[in-house]
């Protein structure tokens, strides 16, 4: 079961999925003191926190709760079963109250399980995060003899404690539609891959396609043994945040 919750609280954290990830916890740890209660509570909590989010990622709407459930059923994201499924445990879940509460270990655990089963539901609803590598592939062309690098070659170093460091080594998580790239050692972002659209400022970015790479300290890409690395020159404005309509 430990191992079954460190999975899932990888995955929603790659994903920004904090909120979901904290009632997750508190479901686990609820369960290890045989709360069961308190853990049911928390997986529902939990779960209403994820749809409202792959709803806001993949709809843009703000709705949540059942209407956020229903429109991801209306937009075609939820098949018809997988909508009634997710439908049907969110009311059995709801249900536990102080009343019909949950009584034994086994019915714990088997709402436990049946909760992260559906929790996967809802993550495979999410795209996978945009990475840097990704952004290469389509918009830069390799030269004869070489290939793109991947974020494993690509380098570049942290603002706060200077280290040097491959992407491939930074945690990376999702800000609304962007990829966030944070130093090995926490201090702070270091790449940002965000959209186009989200603004054009100057000095904000460096553009390929329809990305755009804000990097906070200069970034290196290799592309062939024995020529120097490309060079992607620290963006002045790479972290700054929008100032209009951001949330
Ligand atoms: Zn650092």
Redesign the pocket.
Known sequence: MDKIFEILHARLKTQGLHESDLHFSHAHSAFDRSEWESANAQIRTALESLFDNVAKLTLDTNKTGGAARKQLQDDGLLRPREAKLVMEFMSVAGGAGSHAGVSNADESYGRMLAGIGIAYMGLALIPELIRVEDVLIGNLTAPEGASLPTDIEMFTS?P??H?KQSLSVASITRDNKDTIYI???G??TIVVVSSPEESAWSGRGYRLGNYVLRNAQDLFLPIKEGVPPVLIPASKAALMKSTVGSS
């Open positions: 942290c706060t404690c280290l130093c090995k050692n201090c702070q």
